[in-house]
């Protein structure tokens, strides 16, 4: 007898996947991209620091919700690896820029 709730071990194992693809790596990510975006900014760097730190709740937000809707598990993964690696190394490019001179 079924009530038409029951999910398969497969589908189970997605939706916990989406959920700490979104936990962990993805606020690894929108802190990577508040990093970069402080660097990045061409105003003071209180203001750069408070501005980016505000807008890490937005792109945290964002996401949370890219990785619910995009289809592919494959997509999220590479997708938010891929982008934490380019923002942490052009946060490094960046500092180390701003080093030199």
């Known amino acids: 007898m079924s009530n038409g709730l029951s999910m398969s071990k497969p589908g189970r194992w997605h939706i916990a996947s989406r959920v700490f693809a979104a936990a962990l790596p993805g606020y690894v990510l929108a802190n990577s991209a508040s990093i970069f975006l402080g660097l990045l900014l ?60």
Do not use: H, Q
């Not at 209180?46 to 890219?66: H, N």
């Open 42 to 101: 061409p105003v003071r760097k209180i203001e750069s620091v408070a501005t980016a730190a505000l807008l890490s709740f937005a792109i945290y937000t964002a996401i949370i919700m890219w990785v619910f809707s995009v289809r592919r598990l494959s997509t999220v993964w590479y997708g938010l690896l891929g982008a934490v690696v380019l923002t942490s190394t052009g946060s490094w490019w960046l500092l180390n820029l701003e080093n030199a001179a």
